[in-house]
């Protein structure tokens, strides 16, 4: 989903939008693939691209695709598994193995497949040709995410022909149903039906993390290591109803509307995670950040209760300080002249790792203060607790981003999204997003219009997701 977009988003200012446009193009180039290794990775980005794998089209075209790339390239059939749910024969997903030797767990890298719709009437260019133009690929999937799926593919390629044998298991499962609307989630149908294939100690997602540019400088390195857990209640309330001509003291829309007004003034408590503190601390040695003395009041232990106050006025602060519940659809009445019988309210939590349901359900129901509205929630949560930045995680990823680009701060995150991690972190895996991609600190076009990656930050990915795949398979 490349969540992390958001975080680039709230950090920039005005000023920095308008200097975008030329943004990252100043910077240092980082080191590029052998040329042989950089053309093979654009045609696999281009095939991918051009296999249309919204939901409509499903998965299996593009992991079939793969898969022959992998076994032209030598992988032998077995280490090439292709499945997909019997019941969703297009939403396939390919499971690669490159065997190690044995020396603790495997490590298992994730893409995903699909992509969000697009339209092209919508589009400057056809979102499913690849458009290289001014500097940029162009197409529906260029940065969320064909292009860390093209970079592992090659990647493969190029550490087999090398001959590396790494010193655990590297396994990489490119797959189906990230975003929104699927209905056969890759990674939960593998740790569910196919453990065997995906079993890891530890995750690597290309899904989210990557470099923001600022000013035209590589100004932070995210790595995402945990993320919010997604819970939506619907909130309901009767009344006897009756002719639109005789109000009476108990009417269900009022009702639900002054609940509702209490929770829109409601905060849930500030409450720091290693990651959100660890995150508060590097971001506030920026230079130039703003807020750098809230951040840091805030990091400490226990935080800065009057700096939270402040930072939580903007919406990306808050939401990285707190669990929120928002309404977001309210339904209630059934005639115009009639009174109301029933009032209806979608409720969307957004709760920190380390939160609970309970927790959550029990100050809402304090906060709605009414014993006539019910409170249900919608599905179960997927839980998704988080992976911390440990200082051995933190260690090697800086070594290979340092190999990159020296010198670039590494900031671990919290998305308030949420990705294919929750699936390997419910699980029991710890798992961390590192996209070698760079972006404008304001770029943000995945699932949008005329979505695009440049040209020598893809290049440069495929270096950096070839460095990554020898890093996080050394031993522990
Ligand atoms: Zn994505």
Request: proline share 7%.
């Given at each position: 989903?490349?969540?992390?977009?958001i975080?680039?988003?709230?950090?920039?200012?005005?000023?920095?939008?308008?200097?975008?446009?030329?943004?990252?193009?100043?910077?240092?180039?980082?080191?590029l693939?052998?040329a042989?290794?950089?053309?093979?990775?654009?045609?696999i980005?281009?095939?991918?691209?051009?296999?249309?794998?919204?939901?409509?089209?499903?998965?299996?075209?593009?992991?079939?695709?793969?898969?022959?790339?992998?076994?032209?390239?030598?992988?032998?059939?077995?280490?090439?598994?292709?499945v997909?749910p019997?019941?969703?024969?297009?939403?396939?997903?390919?499971?690669?193995?490159?065997?190690g030797?044995?020396?603790?767990?495997?490590?298992?890298?994730?893409?995903?497949?699909?992509?969000?719709?697009?339209?092209?009437?919508?589009?400057?260019?056809?979102?499913?040709?690849?458009?290289?133009?001014?500097?940029?690929f162009?197409?529906?999937?260029?940065?969320?995410?064909?292009?860390?799926?093209a970079?592992?593919?090659?990647?493969?390629?190029?550490?087999?022909r090398?001959?590396?044998?790494?010193?655990?298991?590297?396994?990489?499962?490119?797959?189906?149903?990230?975003?929104?609307?699927?209905?056969?989630?890759?990674?939960?149908?593998?740790?569910?039906?196919?453990?065997?294939?995906?079993?890891?100690?530890?995750?690597?997602?290309?899904?989210?993390?990557?470099?923001?540019?600022?000013?035209?400088?590589?100004?932070?390195?995210?790595?995402?290591?945990?993320?919010?857990?997604?819970?939506?209640?619907?909130?309901?309330?009767?009344?006897?109803?009756?002719?639109?001509?005789?109000?009476?003291?108990?009417?269900?829309?009022?009702?639900?509307?002054?609940?509702?007004?209490?929770?829109?003034?409601?905060?849930?408590?500030?409450?720091?995670?290693?990651?959100?503190?660890a995150?508060?601390?590097?971001?506030?040695?920026?230079?130039?950040?703003?807020?750098s003395?809230?951040?840091?009041?805030?990091?400490?232990?226990?935080?800065?209760?009057?700096?939270?106050g402040?930072?939580?006025?903007?919406?990306?602060?808050?939401?990285?300080?707190?669990?929120?519940?928002?309404?977001?659809?309210?339904?209630?009445?059934?005639?115009?002249?009639?009174?109301?019988?029933?009032?209806?309210?979608?409720?969307?939590?957004?709760?920190?790792?380390?939160?609970?349901?309970?927790?959550?359900?029990?100050?809402l129901?304090?906060?709605?203060?009414?014993?006539?509205?019910?409170?249900?929630?919608?599905?179960?949560?997927?839980?998704s607790?988080?992976?911390?930045?440990?200082?051995?995680?933190?260690?090697?990823?800086?070594?290979v981003?340092?190999?990159m680009?020296?010198?670039?701060?590494?900031?671990?995150?919290?998305?308030?999204?949420f990705?294919?991690?929750?699936?390997t972190?419910?699980?029991?895996?710890?798992?961390?997003?590192?996209?070698?991609?760079?972006?404008?600190?304001?770029?943000?076009?995945?699932?949008?219009?005329?979505e695009?990656?440049?040209?020598?930050?893809?290049?440069?990915?495929?270096?950096?997701?070839?460095?990554?795949?020898?890093?996080?398979?050394?031993?522990d």
């Open positions: 989903m490349r969540h992390t977009t975080v680039r988003q709230a950090l920039c200012t005005g000023l920095l939008a308008l200097t975008a446009s030329v943004a990252g193009r100043a910077a240092t180039p980082g080191p693939p052998p042989t290794d950089r053309q093979l990775a654009r045609e980005f281009k095939e991918l691209i051009e296999i249309n794998t919204t939901h409509a089209h499903g998965s299996t075209a593009a992991a079939v695709a793969i898969r022959n790339r992998l076994l032209a390239a030598g992988f032998p059939a077995t280490d090439v598994i292709l997909a019997p019941e969703h024969p297009a939403k396939g997903n390919v499971v690669v193995r490159l065997h030797k044995e020396r603790g767990q495997p490590v298992l890298f994730l893409g995903h497949l699909d992509v969000v719709e697009a339209r092209p009437e919508d589009w400057t260019f056809d979102p499913f040709k690849l458009t290289q133009k001014g500097g940029w162009y197409g529906r999937g260029a940065i969320d995410m064909k292009d860390g799926d970079a592992m593919v090659e990647s493969l390629i190029r550490l087999r090398e001959g590396f044998q790494p010193e655990r298991d590297l396994i990489v499962a490119f797959t189906a149903d990230e975003e929104a609307g699927g209905d056969a989630n890759g990674p939960a149908f593998l740790l569910k039906d196919h453990r065997d294939l995906v079993n890891a100690s530890l995750v690597i997602n290309l899904d989210g993390g990557g470099g923001a540019y600022r000013t035209g400088e590589r100004a932070y390195m995210e790595i995402g290591t945990s993320e919010k857990t997604y819970l939506t209640y619907t909130a309901q309330t009767t009344s006897p109803g009756g002719h639109g001509s005789l109000p009476g003291p108990d009417n269900a829309i009022y009702r639900l509307a002054d609940a509702l007004g209490r929770l829109e003034k409601f905060a849930f408590p500030v409450m720091l995670t290693p990651t959100t503190r995150s508060f601390a590097a971001r506030a040695e920026l230079p130039h950040g703003p807020n003395a809230d951040m840091k009041a805030v990091a400490r232990t226990p935080p800065d209760l009057a700096a939270a402040r930072l939580s006025r903007n919406v990306y602060f808050n939401a990285q300080l707190h669990t929120t519940c928002v309404a977001t659809l309210i339904t209630g009445g059934h005639a115009e002249n009639a009174l109301p019988q029933r009032a209806r309210a979608t409720i969307q939590c957004r709760m920190l790792p380390g939160d609970s349901e309970e927790h959550v359900r029990s100050a129901v304090r906060v709605l203060d009414d014993p006539n509205i019910s409170l249900t929630l919608d599905a179960p949560p997927i839980v607790p988080e992976s911390a930045p440990t200082t051995a995680i933190m260690t090697r990823a800086a070594r981003v340092h190999s680009w020296p010198g670039v701060p590494l900031v671990p995150t919290m998305a308030t999204g990705s294919d991690d929750r699936q972190r419910n699980a029991g895996i710890p798992s961390y997003d590192l996209s070698g991609i760079w972006i404008d600190a304001d770029e943000n076009r995945a699932h949008g219009r005329d695009r990656v440049g040209v020598r930050e893809f290049d440069e990915s495929v270096e950096y997701t070839y460095r990554l795949m020898k890093v996080m398979s050394e031993a």
